[in-house]
């Protein structure tokens, strides 16, 4: 009677250790599944913040605060660059207020009955201005210089501009 019990707690106990086994090998193969899930989610995100830190440095690169060289001209002049693009941008900006169609710098008269803006401006260096126009249906780009004299007054120069055709 005593072997018996012992086959049988013996079969229980193998039984028990084949169950915990089984078990463990499961909860063990679901966690490497999550920890390559993860891996896999990982790498793709440091793939994007590449992508992105390239997006930043090229947008940076052609703009006056990604321009050592432009920065360093106005303050060789004791002009405060921070101070100059609030003041390039505010005075771009306010030639949309201006009365009728016809724009002060857009070289095109509305063709709707909204007026033409400006509504996107990149300031590229100490010199140009880029900055994107529409009249709600039509748009366009302009090139622009401009020139800050020894009062600080600013001076806008249209160097160029083009009006995208309509599909």
Request: aromatic share 14%.
């Amino acid at each position: 009677m005593k072997s018996r019990i012992f086959m049988y707690l013996f079969i229980f106990s193998v039984l028990l250790i084949i169950f915990q086994y089984v078990n463990s090998k499961s909860i063990i193969d679901e966690y490497e599944k999550d920890i390559k899930t993860f891996k896999s989610k990982i790498s793709n995100f440091e793939d994007e913040q590449t992508l992105l830190n390239d997006k930043i440095f090229d947008l940076s690169n052609f703009s006056i605060n990604g321009n050592e060289e432009a920065i360093t001209y106005f303050e060789d002049l004791g002009i405060n660059t921070d101070e100059l693009i609030l003041k390039l941008k505010d005075g771009l900006l306010e030639m949309n207020a201006h009365k009728g169609l016809d724009h002060p710098i857009i070289p095109y008269a509305s063709m709707t009955e909204s007026r033409i803006i400006i509504d996107q401006i990149r300031i590229l260096n100490h010199k140009w201005i880029l900055t994107s126009f529409t009249d709600g249906k039509h748009s366009g780009e302009l090139f622009i210089n401009y020139r800050v004299n020894d009062k600080g007054e600013l001076a806008y120069k249209l160097t160029d501009y083009f009006l995208y055709p309509i599909n």
